[in-house]
């Protein structure tokens, strides 16, 4: 297999993932500033241009980065499991997994396209600068509601880090370096981000 890599949060979350699985894969860069995953020969493999992709042994390229996190987990179920052991744990996860990728991340990310990002987005995708404050405090309002849901737990689903804390935390970390930092009134959330900033996965992806 083959991990197509790129700078920016969704390439970091497979690869934190991957850290915290012990799995090691050989790594393509590709170039994402200089617009080389918008060209031949990248988009052959992925038309939707995206990073980061997993290229498996047969020529199969999955994109998304919960599927291919999925995937990883599926072919090597005896180490950490990071979406669940159980059908419950495994149910679980993917419910918290949805809500901060809906209610957060991707309000997060759209925020900074939008606007900090415009120069590098205005041109690869359609986008909506009028929308950039508004998505950003969306998100905002996610990270309060979710910040109550945390008291008096470790991780965001209770005792166990899951794939969520990791995709959570990725753009987080990413939106504090865009503009859009941790409000420090969340105690929960602020606590729990440092808990996973600690983290040799984290620190060795950064």
């Known amino acids: 297999m083959k991990f ?10 497979v690869k934190m993932f991957m850290h915290e699985k012990g799995i090691t894969l050989p790594y393509v860069e590709v170039d994402l500033m200089a617009g080389e995953n918008r060209k031949e020969p990248y988009v052959a493999k992925n038309p939707g241009g995206q990073l980061p992709a997993l290229e498996l042994d047969d020529g ?25 052991s ?3 744990e495994r149910a679980e996860t993917r419910m918290w997994t949805r809500r901060v990728d809906l209610g957060i991340c991707e309000p997060l ?14 041109d690869r995708m359609l986008t909506r600068p009028e929308a950039a404050e508004g998505l950003k405090a969306m998100a905002q309002d996610k990270l309060a509601w979710l910040d109550k849901l945390m008291e008096g737990k470790d991780y965001i689903a209770g005792k166990r880090m899951t794939y969520a804390d990791i995709h959570l935390f990725v753009f987080l970390d990413f939106g504090a370096s865009v503009g859009q930092p941790l409000n420090p009134a969340l105690k929960n959330i602020n606590a729990w981000f440092n808990r996973m900033k600690a983290r040799s996965s984290a620190v060795g992806t950064a």
Do not use: D, H, M, Q
Not at 5 to 12: A, D, E, L, V, Y
Not at 63 to 70: D, H, K, L, R, S
């Open 86 to 88: 159980t059908p419950e």
């Open 4 to 13: 197509y890599n790129s700078i920016g949060p969704n390439p970091r979350v």
């Open 109 to 122: 990310a759209n925020g900074f396209r939008f606007a900090e990002g415009l120069p590098l987005f205005k």
């Open 60 to 84: 199969t390229v999955l994109t998304e980065i919960t599927n291919i996190c999925e995937y990883l987990e599926e072919k090597n179920p005896s180490t950490t499991p990071l979406f669940g």
